[in-house]
Structure formats: structure tokens, C-alpha cells
């Protein structure tokens, strides 16, 4: 079992210590390739990253495009939210498109250990 490390934005902290959120979505670069099933996350909330919470993962699901991934999900996790899922995509200027295209997206499903 591995402890990766990641930041995030206060809205998605919150709403994973409010157990609303148990999907983390990223593009799948080398850092998050080495993330398997099992393996523990800490995320530290942004900006001062003094507060964290840890989750362990339980699934990986891999798509070609933030599109395809935000398709799969948008109504579990988004409806609430926006209007489609191309809305999410508008909505996530985290990523470029040649990174998309490089190294696909994964939506890394977690339970929340201890807040």
C-alpha cells in the first residue's frame, strides 16, 4: 500500500470532508499511473495545504477524454451542477488537451478515512 500525495482546490476538499464527493478525477500522467487499488491518498487543501484529509482507493476507471469520463459520471456526480457534460469539460481548465490526449483520464474512487 502506497500514500500518494494531492492538492485540491477548497470546493473539492470540502465536499469529500462533507462526504458528498468519493470521485477524484485526473488526467492520467505518470503520477497518478502508479495509484492502485488499495493504496491510501492525502489530499492537503489549497492554498495553505495545512488541513488534509486521507481516503483509500477502491476503483480505477480509465476513459480517452475528460468528455468521455465526465459522460460516464454526470449524473451521479454532476447533474446537481451543470447542464451536460460538456459543461464539466468547459469547467476544468486544469488539464490541456494535448495532456488528455497523452495520457487519457481516470476516475479514481475512494472511502473517506478520517476527516
Given at each position: 500500500?502506497?500514500?500518494?500525495?494531492m492538492r485540491?482546490?477548497?470546493e473539492?476538499?470540502?465536499?469529500?470532508k462533507?462526504g458528498?464527493?468519493?470521485?477524484?478525477?485526473r488526467?492520467?500522467?505518470?503520477k497518478?499511473?502508479?495509484?492502485?487499488?488499495?493504496d491510501?491518498?492525502?489530499?492537503?487543501?489549497?492554498?495553505?495545504?495545512?488541513e488534509?484529509?486521507?481516503v483509500?482507493v477502491?476503483?480505477l476507471?480509465?476513459y480517452?477524454?475528460?468528455l468521455?469520463?465526465?459522460?460516464?459520471?454526470?449524473?451521479r456526480d454532476?447533474?446537481?451542477?451543470?447542464?451536460?457534460?460538456e459543461?464539466?469539460v468547459?469547467?476544468?481548465?486544469?488539464y490541456?488537451?494535448e495532456?488528455?490526449?497523452?495520457?487519457?483520464?481516470?476516475?479514481i474512487?475512494f472511502d473517506?478515512?478520517?476527516k
Amino acid at each position: 500500500m502506497k500514500n500518494h500525495i494531492m492538492r485540491l482546490h477548497p470546493e473539492p476538499f470540502e465536499r469529500i470532508k462533507k462526504g458528498i464527493k468519493d470521485i477524484e478525477y485526473r488526467v492520467n500522467d505518470e503520477k497518478r499511473r502508479t495509484i492502485q487499488i488499495g493504496d491510501v491518498i492525502t489530499f492537503y487543501k489549497r492554498p495553505e495545504e495545512r488541513e488534509s484529509l486521507t481516503v483509500v482507493v477502491k476503483d480505477l476507471k480509465y476513459y480517452d477524454s475528460l468528455l468521455e469520463m465526465f459522460t460516464a459520471t454526470f449524473e451521479r456526480d454532476f447533474k446537481d451542477r451543470y447542464h451536460s457534460p460538456e459543461d464539466v469539460v468547459a469547467d476544468t481548465p486544469y488539464y490541456s488537451d494535448e495532456e488528455v490526449k497523452k495520457y487519457g483520464c481516470v476516475a479514481i474512487y475512494f472511502d473517506l478515512l478520517k476527516k
